[in-house]
């Protein structure tokens, strides 16, 4: 038997416990019981949480609905549900005003946020950000497996992350911590990054789309989103041999070496070299 304080949460590994017993379970959020309940049914025996909770009357209308919520969402990868839920209860702050309304399940948190970024510096009188999301497209298997990242949770925190990456100082140091916390990457992680690196330097190319098709690389190149739009003419005239642009504004360039490792590594220099000119 072990008694302590909530300290468990934070990540104490007892593998052998089954079962757990929390004392005034209404007084704790709903991210400290699903960390607490999280203690137990670690290994293959199947777990217990007991929640002791005073009678009704003297629980908040808030306190009911997080352990609703928690007693609803005890499957398996179901933490994002109770964080979403517990975003609903304690409201997403008050930004522009003294109150929020809105539909936030309906779009999402991350477009609700990108939202009211978009609408605060339209208040500031600021220019809006048309960031593209360029679109990659590679004959390469590319996502983190469950044998790599077994905890649903954890996998789906993973791909949020990557899914922001913006730079690749960024990305290097998720590669580190990668490695650090689960291992060697495999093939197809290993692949995945590769994919938002290409994403990254697409953007800073001004190229909406990035295709492989067989021996020849195709980026459709976007005026909008460049600095020096006729500085891809320079890259042209460099390489006539290999480079063509055509009147809808897409690249095609002979790639030299046909093996996986050479076609990447030629696509990572010629995003960069683009990006070098249309930049400059």
Not at 24 to 37: K, N, P, S, T, V
Not at 136 to 153: H, Q, V
Request: charged content about 25%; overall charge neutral; some cysteine.
């Amino acid at each position: 038997m072990l008694v302590c304080t909530t300290i468990i949460e934070s990540g104490l590994d007892i593998p052998s416990a089954n079962t757990i017993f929390i004392n005034r379970a209404d007084r704790f959020g709903l991210a400290q019981m699903y960390q607490l309940r999280g203690r137990v049914g670690r290994a293959e025996e199947r777990a217990y949480a007991y929640l002791f909770i005073p009678p009704e009357s003297y629980i908040t209308r808030d306190a009911l609905k997080r352990l609703k919520v928690l007693m609803d969402h005890s499957d398996l990868g179901s933490g994002f549900q109770i964080a979403l839920s517990d975003l609903k209860i304690r409201g997403g702050g008050t930004i522009l005003g003294a109150s929020q309304s809105g539909h936030i399940a309906a779009v999402g948190y991350d477009m609700f946020l990108k939202l009211m970024e978009e609408s605060v510096a339209e208040l500031k009188g600021e220019p809006p950000r048309n960031e593209i999301e360029p679109e990659i497209n590679l004959p390469l298997s590319a996502f983190i497996p469950e044998t790599y990242i077994a905890d649903i949770d954890q996998r789906l925190s993973a791909y949020r992350r990557l899914s922001r990456m913006s730079g690749l100082e960024e990305l290097s140091d998720i590669k580190k911590e990668f490695i650090d916390r689960y291992g060697k990457l495999p093939e197809e992680v290993s692949n995945l990054l590769m994919r938002i690196v290409f994403k990254i330097l697409a953007r800073q190319a001004g190229v909406t789309k990035l295709d492989v098709a067989g021996p020849r690389l195709v980026l459709q190149m976007s005026d909008q989103h460049q600095g020096n739009p006729h500085g891809i003419v320079d890259v042209v005239l460099a390489q006539k041999d290999r480079f063509q642009l055509t009147p809808d504004h897409r690249l095609m360039v002979e790639l030299t070496d046909r093996r996986k490792r050479g076609i990447l590594s030629q696509i990572k220099y010629i995003l960069k070299e683009i990006a070098h000119h249309v930049n400059g």
